[in-house]
């Protein structure tokens, strides 16, 4: 229906119109506003699309433990700021660049959603990624380890939350090469997401003056990893490095442990590991992995208060992807809140703007390629009785700095930078 002209209630030309008018007179001045701020958003409401993998290998990092975290978010929102109306969609992309591209046009086109959150992977996201460039609208990522995203593919609507796989590997990767594990050998998942991170840690070998002696790939989902390991064992690298995660890295750790090459010489590291996966292969398995993560539940009071609330809800505690999605849907709708709109471009600017205060990290911001810059901690499982709280897997053995983590921008090949400059 058209909105009523202010000539036509005067005039008392429509009587929908005087209706109308007559019932936010009844109502009051709290009506009014609230009629007003909603008209300043798309349907009167926020919709926020979280997509990822709901069913399949890479669920128990994201999946349904993200949409939990989203809501939770909204409510946490609305609570504080009950003017604003806020719904969460959900889809399952199966891991698979075509279904996820259709769903998210979908949204985008017909079903007025505003931002889609999460993703979980690098081959989706690289397809979701062109068409929110196209429909100008945002796309938060967390678990997306691809360095694509935030280099030659970046977007101004695309925004990286979590981690890339540079963060994931130049900390770690150059720590133990320092420490006499100059040959490397990798594992890695048949998709962008793995030969990504292949390539990101060769080069970064390469720098700290260490080897590759060489890699193998495995489909997505793999069940027998048994091929893989024994060329692992034969190239007689010192570091056997693991490229996948959830699903995949817990059963690759479990055919480590079962082939023996736990007790042998080659150090097995874990280049992307979420605490499910620790908790699915169990500590005993996973104990002295090391891995590199942007968020622990346990690493303070504020961030073990969300985990417990989350826990109520998942029966789980949260994953850094899980916590990072809570961050950016709550930053998103304060953003939305201060702009009044839910229009791209005005939000994007709000976002920009405000630093990410919360439990997720402290005083963060966006910086010119669309990376939210935070610290992360390189971190090691603890020995089975060193666990003595359900889920308290890790020993943070350090702590790696912001600055230190992240790309420096004059390495970078995202366009934005070349259009700041000019």
């Given at each position: ?168 590997v130049a900390g770690s990767v150059r720590k133990l090469v320092s420490q006499g594990y100059d040959s490397w050998f990798f594992i890695a998942s048949d998709y962008a997401f793995g030969r990504n991170m292949v390539e990101v840690s060769q080069r970064v070998l390469a720098a700290a003056g260490a080897k590759s002696l060489g890699a193998v790939f495995h489909p997505l989902g793999n069940a027998d990893y048994g091929s893989f390991l024994l060329q692992a064992q034969a190239s007689k ?186």
């Amino acid at each position: 229906m058209a909105p009523c002209r202010v000539g036509e209630l005067l005039s008392r030309r429509s009587r929908l119109c005087r209706l109308t008018f007559g019932l936010i007179l009844a109502l009051g001045p709290a009506a009014l506003a609230e009629r007003s701020a909603a008209a300043d958003f798309s349907g009167g409401v926020v919709r926020i699309g979280i997509i990822n993998d709901q069913t399949g290998p890479l669920s128990d990092l994201a999946g349904p433990g993200s949409v939990v975290a989203a809501r939770m978010a909204v409510d946490d929102f609305q609570r504080a700021t009950p003017g604003l109306k806020a719904e969460i969609v959900v889809a399952d992309h199966q891991n698979k660049p075509d279904i996820g591209a259709q769903i998210v046009r979908k949204w985008f086109d017909v079903d007025g959603v505003d931002m889609v959150a999460d993703v979980g992977n690098s081959a989706v996201a690289l397809a979701i990624q062109s068409i929110a460039r196209d429909k100008n609208r945002i796309v938060i990522y967390s678990a997306v380890g691809t360095t694509e995203i935030g280099g030659k593919q970046c977007s101004r609507t695309g925004l990286m939350w979590l981690h890339d796989n540079y963060n994931l590997v130049a900390g770690s990767v150059r720590k133990l090469v320092s420490q006499g594990y100059d040959s490397w050998f990798f594992i890695a998942s048949d998709y962008a997401f793995g030969r990504n991170m292949v390539e990101v840690s060769q080069r970064v070998l390469a720098a700290a003056g260490a080897k590759s002696l060489g890699a193998v790939f495995h489909p997505l989902g793999n069940a027998d990893y048994g091929s893989f390991l024994l060329q692992a064992q034969a190239s007689k690298a010192k570091v056997v490095a693991f490229a996948n995660a959830g699903e995949q890295l817990v059963t690759s750790m479990k055919q480590w442990n079962e082939f023996g090459m736990n007790a042998g010489p080659q150090k097995a590291v874990a280049e992307l590991m979420f605490l499910t996966d620790v908790h699915a292969m169990g500590a005993e398995t996973a104990k002295g992995l090391t891995t590199v993560t942007a968020w622990y539940w346990a690493l303070n009071e504020e961030t073990r208060a969300f985990a417990q609330r989350f826990y109520k809800l998942h029966n789980a505690m949260p994953t850094a992807p899980q916590a990072a999605v809570y961050s950016a849907v709550s930053q998103y709708l304060k953003a939305a809140s201060a702009a009044g709109t839910d229009e791209t471009n005005a939000v994007l600017e709000q976002m920009r703007a405000m630093p990410v205060d919360d439990f997720y990290a402290r005083g963060a911001r966006l910086r010119a390629d669309n990376k939210l810059v935070h610290d992360f901690y390189l971190v090691e499982v603890k020995k089975p009785s060193d666990v003595k709280t359900p889920w308290d897997y890790y020993n943070v053995v350090e702590k790696i700095p912001a600055e230190d983590a992240f790309l420096p921008l004059s390495d970078s090949e995202c366009p934005l930078l070349k259009t700041s400059r000019n």
